[in-house]
T-cell receptor, first 115, second 115 residues
């Protein structure tokens, strides 16, 4: 399977600041990348799907102006949480897939704590 | 709506024994993919096994095997010779729609393994 990294692995920030999370596919041409959010003891909640070179498609209820997603290349996608607030504290996970391969491979996740 | 149901929030098994985790799903597609992912305490999502619906043969990966009942829309995971390292959250997921690469996840089953 694909090797996926996320950076940073954890971040603490002050309320009102913006935080950028990177997702890199290290050995895999990721035509599609996904961003999930996971609350403690819950399942993964899909936030958005991004295709390389295209605008991300956001799930219902996810604010696209708050969670900015950029998928500029086949190996990198970024999620920027703008003007973060304590309720944005969560575990954010990215995954990658490629055309014809429906399996998603996941990054190790980023724990965000907004004070 | 496409759904995936895991009716067992928690399961436990003794080391070296066998345990089966249940999953049912709903889809209107005739061809689709099903997955089991494992999320250990590190929270890294790891692909355990994948089943293609058009294949009648149940998928097997070492100690992990599935019982895929297409008519009943059931996809259970059997773990044989359980090991302490198998302790994790297990998520069942379906890829029900060829128009997108999105996965639908169940709510998860927490597996405890006792020595």
């Amino acid at each position: 399977g694909a090797v996926v990294s996320q950076h940073p692995s954890w971040v603490i920030c002050k309320s009102g600041t913006s935080v950028k999370i990177e997702c890199r596919s290290l050995d895999f041409q990721a035509t599609t990348m996904f961003w999930y959010r996971q609350f403690p003891k819950q399942s993964l909640m899909l936030m958005a799907t991004s295709n390389e070179g295209s605008k991300a498609t956001y799930e219902q209820g996810v604010e696209k102006d708050k969670f900015l997603i950029n998928h500029a290349s086949l190996t990198l996608s970024t999620l920027t949480v703008t003007s973060a607030h304590p309720e944005d504290s969560s575990f954010y996970i990215c995954s990658v897939s490629t055309s014809g391969v429906l399996t998603q491979y996941f990054g190790p996740g980023t724990r965000l704590l907004v004070l | 709506a496409q759904t995936v149901t895991q009716s067992q929030p928690e399961m436990s098994v003794q080391e070296a024994e066998t345990v089966t985790l249940s999953c049912t799903y709903d889809t209107s597609e005739s061809d689709y993919y099903l997955f089991w992912y494992k999320q250990p305490p590190s929270r890294q999502m790891i692909l355990v096994i994948r089943q293609e619906a058009y294949k009648q043969q149940n998928a097997t990966e070492n100690r992990f095997s599935v019982n895929f009942q297409k008519a009943a829309k059931s996809f259970s995971l059997k773990i044989s010779d359980s090991q302490l390292g198998d302790a994790a959250m297990y998520f069942c997921a379906s890829h029900p729609d060829y128009n997108t690469d999105k996965l639908i996840f169940g709510t998860g089953t927490r597996l405890q393994v006792f020595p």
